[in-house]
């Protein structure tokens, strides 16, 4: 007969977490803190740890380093539309924005009142493309600045629905909020959830992310993990909000 301590080890073997990158492992934009790094790097070397964010595989790596990035079971860059295995590119999907709505995003762009607007607006990634007002060659005064400014207008959040309502129907695209100061666009069904398709029905999912409020980039996979039986999520505030949690498991 199968003891009660051994179903509860093969559970815990079968435990999986799940970590956005962006302002839940590291500051927005920033690099992962030294001290969390050799923390977290001894927890993924105990646990089954994966990372699921935005951002490319070049600038993930920037913020948390080759040997953590190399070091996880997988990284699913550009929300799961790039994925990397021990540090091998193993999955892209290749589309891209259609016309009209990348037109769209040009015309609000050219008549958005926030400034200073600092180029590199449309970043191009495997599936998705991300838009940000100020650019990201913003410097961290300017994104502070449009920060504030999308908290008191809501900008990002506007810009999402008018696209959302004039788009995501006719092209099957969806723009989500996404870091401090872009919008992730992509295909509908193709954001962070599609993930999930990787891992067994009987894996216990823990998710960890900043965005999981309606909108955010990392709401539809939260709303997913939440339905998976004991799954669980974890919204945090920041990278220390993540580290508390954790030591406290």
Not at 26 to 47: A, C, H, N, Q, Y
Not at 209 to 235: C, H, L, M, W
């Amino acid at each position: 007969m199968i003891s009660q301590d051994d179903i509860d080890a093969f559970r815990e073997m079968k435990k999986c977490y799940i970590f956005d990158v962006d302002g839940t492992l590291t500051p927005s934009r920033g690099l992962i803190d030294k001290e969390f790094l050799e923390w977290f790097l001894d927890f993924v070397s105990k646990e089954k740890v994966y990372l699921a964010t935005g951002s490319d595989a070049p600038k993930t790596i920037e913020q948390i380093g080759e040997e953590l990035f190399n070091k996880v079971e997988r990284v699913y860059n550009c929300s799961g539309n790039s994925v990397w295995e021990k540090g091998k590119n193993i999955y892209n999907n290749d589309w891209k924005l259609p016309q009209l709505p990348w037109h769209f995003l040009e015309t609000k762009l050219i008549h958005s009142p926030f400034e200073p607007k600092t180029g590199k607006h449309f970043d191009e990634r495997p599936g998705l493309l991300n838009y940000s007002i100020v650019g990201r060659n913003a410097d961290t005064k300017q994104r502070k600045q449009y920060v504030e400014y999308d908290l008191a207008n809501s900008d990002r959040i506007d810009i999402a629905k008018e696209f959302n309502i004039n788009f995501s129907k006719e092209y099957d695209i969806v723009a989500q909020v996404a870091g401090e100061t872009g919008l992730d666009i992509m295909p509908v069904g193709k954001g962070k959830q599609q993930i999930l398709e990787n891992f067994q029905i009987d894996d216990i999912i823990i998710f960890f992310g900043d965005k999981t409020e309606p909108g955010g980039n990392d709401y539809d996979i939260a709303e997913a993990v939440k339905k998976r039986q004991d799954g669980k999520v974890f919204s945090v505030n920041d990278w220390k909000h993540t580290w508390t949690i954790l030591k406290s498991h």
